[in-house]
C-alpha cells in the first residue's frame, strides 16, 4: 500500500535557470521570475538516495507559445529517471498573474501525449497544436503567493476532481525557490482518507 501510495503521489509541479535576488519587482519581472524559476530540468535523486520511501523522479518544464500573451505556457512531463522513454505524466501549464504577488497556474491534459514524449524542446511540435487542442483540468489551478523569497500555494480545498485509485478529490501543496521545486500532491476518498500520494511531505525536485 505504501509503494502505491508513494508512487501514484508524484503528480508534480515546478524550479530554477538562475537565482534571482530578492528586491521589489514589478508584475511582470515577478511572473517573469516565478515562470524562469519553473522552467528547466529537475530530479528528485537526491531526496531518494537519503529517503528510500520517494523515487528517483524526473520532471521536465519547458515554456511554449512564447509568442501568446495570454499567460506563460509550460509543457511538463514527469517520469520515473530509469524510464525516461514512459512518463507517467504529461501536462500543460498556464501561469498568469492575478495580483502583483498572486498568480494562478491553470493544468491541462494533452488529447495526444504520447505524440509528445520527449518533446519538450521540439518548438514545431508544439506549434502544430494550440490551446484548443488541450482539456483543462477544471479545479485543479494552483494559487501561488510571492513573499519576496518564494512562491508557495495549494489547490483550492477539494476543487481538484480525481478518480485515481478510489480517490474522489486531489491536493497540491507546491513552493518554489530559485533552486527546488517542492510538491506535495495527494488523493482523498470521499470520507477524506487518503489513497495515493506521499505520506511523509512533499517530493524535492532539485535544478540538474
Excluded at 70 to 83: H, T
Excluded at 169 to 196: C, H, L, M, P, R
Amino acid at each position: 500500500m505504501i509503494e502505491r501510495l508513494k508512487f501514484s503521489g508524484v503528480l508534480a509541479f515546478f524550479v530554477c535557470l538562475t537565482a534571482c535576488t530578492t528586491g521589489i519587482k514589478s508584475g511582470n519581472d515577478t511572473l517573469n521570475q516565478l515562470t524562469d524559476w519553473m522552467s528547466g530540468s529537475f530530479n528528485s535523486n537526491k531526496q531518494s538516495i537519503v529517503d528510500e520511501e520517494y523515487f528517483d523522479i524526473n520532471l521536465e518544464m519547458h515554456p511554449i507559445w512564447q509568442d501568446r500573451k495570454d499567460g506563460v505556457w509550460l509543457y511538463v512531463e514527469q517520469a520515473v529517471s530509469k524510464s525516461l522513454d514512459k512518463p507517467y505524466r504529461q501536462r500543460v501549464y498556464q501561469v498568469t498573474q492575478i495580483t502583483t504577488n498572486n498568480f494562478e497556474s491553470k493544468v491541462y491534459s494533452l488529447k495526444e501525449p504520447k505524440k509528445f514524449i520527449g518533446g519538450q524542446n521540439n518548438k514545431q511540435l508544439f506549434n502544430s497544436i494550440g490551446p484548443d487542442d488541450l482539456v483543462e483540468r477544471e479545479g485543479c489551478s494552483v494559487f501561488l503567493k510571492y513573499d519576496g523569497n518564494q512562491f508557495s500555494g495549494s489547490t483550492d480545498n477539494k476543487s481538484c476532481k480525481s478518480n485515481l485509485r478510489g480517490a474522489a478529490y486531489a491536493t497540491s501543496i507546491v513552493t518554489v525557490t530559485g533552486d527546488k521545486i517542492e510538491s506535495w500532491d495527494q488523493g482523498f476518498d470521499a470520507n477524506d482518507k487518503q489513497v495515493w500520494g506521499a505520506v511523509k511531505g512533499a517530493y524535492i525536485f532539485d535544478r540538474k
